[in-house]
C-alpha cells in the first residue's frame, strides 16, 4: 500500500507541478493593448430666432406698421386700422440658426373674443390658420438646422360687424401676443 500512496504523492506533485507551470506560461503570454486619442466635441446649439429685417407684405395688405422692430426672439409692431376692410397682412422668416432640427409644435395667441365683432387676428402657418387662444400644430414642415427658415403670417382685418352697433364708439388699443413655441425633431439614433 505504500507504493499506491507514493504514487499518489507523484501524481498530486506532478499536477501541482503542471498547474504551476501553465500560469507561468500563460502569464508570459499576456499582452496588454492601450489605445489613448484625444476626442473633440464641437459646439452645439439651440437657437430659433425671427430673421432681421425679413418682414414683408403681404398682397392684401393695406396698412404700414408705425413700428416694427425684429430682434433676435421678439418682433415688436404697432399698426392702426382706421376704417372697415383695413388689413395689416404681413410675413415674419423664423430662421433655425442651431444645430438641430426643429419642428413649430404650439402657437399661443391673445384672446380677443371681446373685440371679435369688429376684428379678427390670425397667424397663418404652412397654410394653415390659427385663431384660438391656444392651438397645437399638427403636421408642420422641419426646419432644418443651420439655417433653415419657414414664413410665419400675421393678418389682423378690421372687418364689418353684421350690427352697425357693434362697431367700437371710442378707438381701442388691442394688445396681441404670439407665442411660437419650437421643439426638437427627434431622430432614431
Known amino acids: 500500500m505504500e507504493k499506491k500512496g507514493n504514487v499518489q504523492n507523484f501524481v498530486i506533485i506532478m ?3 503542471a498547474i504551476i507551470v501553465m500560469s507561468v506560461g500563460f502569464a508570459l503570454t499576456d499582452i496588454e493593448l492601450t489605445l489613448t486619442g484625444n476626442t473633440t466635441v464641437k459646439t452645439s ?13 403681404n398682397d392684401d395688405n393695406t396698412v404700414t406698421p408705425t413700428s416694427m422692430k ?14 372697415v376692410g383695413d388689413v395689416f397682412d404681413y410675413n415674419l422668416v423664423v430662421k433655425n440658426f442651431g444645430s ?6 404650439t402657437i399661443t395667441i ?5 373685440y371679435s365683432n369688429y376684428l379678427s387676428f390670425e397667424v397663418i402657418h404652412n397654410g394653415v390658420s390659427y385663431t384660438n387662444a391656444t392651438n397645437t400644430v399638427s403636421n408642420a414642415p422641419t426646419l432644418s438646422a443651420n439655417n433653415g427658415t419657414e414664413n410665419v403670417r400675421l393678418k ?3 372687418k ?7 362697431l367700437p364708439s371710442e378707438d381701442k388699443t388691442v394688445k396681441i401676443s404670439v407665442t411660437l413655441v419650437y421643439g426638437e425633431v427627434l431622430s432614431a439614433n
Open 70 to 83: 425684429i430682434d433676435g426672439t421678439t418682433v415688436t409692431y404697432d399698426i392702426v386700422l382706421d376704417e
Open 160 to 166: 364689418k360687424p353684421d350690427d352697425a352697433s357693434k
Open 110 to 114: 391673445t384672446d380677443i373674443s371681446a
Open 156 to 158: 389682423a382685418v378690421y
Open 45 to 57: 446649439s439651440w437657437k430659433i430666432e425671427f430673421e432681421p429685417g425679413s418682414s414683408t407684405p
Open 15 to 17: 499536477l501541482a507541478a
Open 100 to 105: 438641430f432640427d426643429a419642428k413649430l409644435e
